[in-house]
């Protein structure tokens, strides 16, 4: 059960013809809510890790929400010492045969919030004109564009001044699946395929440079793409799906 907090009164809504019943979340909440996230994603649950971080940080509030629902995801495993050298050959080859390659661009603070902020990305680029990192929705505002840039996040797009792809990934972090396992996040943004494949390639290798061992890699992009980015990671990378991600129930939202 989800508690009510001392000065904030439980709120109650119809969603889809199920009640939902909210309320501010508490450090005190945090075995409740482990004891939902156990199961979830096969224990690559980002709440263990995220959770006490949300709570205790000022510009944040976390509302607890109950509700019944089902969530896919897609998820590829690997090993870094073997994608390491398929991910070079796989760029060296691109590059090659001239399928569509140019180099993602990485991006500092000042151009992440021009690129992120322009009219051509929240409009037609940000899915709902929302910017999802780690299942998280911000608002493009410029408040929320300086305190992302604040965490360890990689940016990329394929052009700064007339973007069509963008992209970011979260730093890897350790999920309790046994000793040295990686779960590494990448949000991609955008409708053209082999734009959102050079920039899958990129952020994956510059996450996992100081890495070793296994890793699950999710990656949240354009359903539309979602078959042809499936297909190349298998005939491409070797790689191994786990699972798949079709529809992302968000109760999260931007305050």
């Known amino acids: 059960m989800l508690r009510q907090t001392q000065s904030y009164e439980v709120s109650r809504m119809a969603v889809e013809g199920h009640a939902l019943e909210f309320c501010l979340a508490e450090e005190a909440d945090f075995e409740e809510v482990m004891s939902i996230s156990g199961d979830i994603y096969g224990g690559l649950d980002y709440l263990p890790v995220r959770y006490h971080a949300w709570i205790r940080d000022p510009a944040r509030r976390v509302i607890l929400a109950k509700k019944k629902g089902q969530i896919e995801i897609l998820c590829t495993r690997f090993k870094v010492e073997y ?10 080859q691109l590059k090659e045969s001239g399928e569509e390659w140019e180099d993602p661009i990485l991006l500092g603070a000042t151009d992440v919030k021009r690129v992120f ?57 350790r999920v309790p699946l046994g000793t040295g396992y990686h779960r590494l996040n990448i949000d991609i943004f955008g409708k053209h395929f082999p734009r959102a494949r050079n920039q899958f390639l990129a952020q994956v290798q510059q996450r996992i440079s100081t890495l070793e061992g296994p890793v699950y890699c999710i990656l949240y992009i354009e359903p539309s793409l979602w078959q042809d980015m499936l297909s190349f990671c298998q005939t491409a990378l070797g790689l191994h799906v786990d699972r798949e991600l079709r529809v992302q129930n968000l109760l999260e939202a931007d305050m």
């Open 83 to 92: 994608i390491l050298p398929k991910l070079e050959a796989t760029i060296a």
């Open 117 to 173: 902020l322009s009219p051509k990305v929240v409009n037609g680029v940000l899915p709902g004109k929302t910017i999802i990192q780690d299942w998280a929705p911000y608002k493009p505002l410029e408040s929320n564009l300086e305190k992302l840039v604040r965490q360890d996040l990689i940016w990329m797009a394929d052009d700064k001044e007339e973007p069509t792809v963008v992209s970011l990934g979260t730093a890897p972090y």
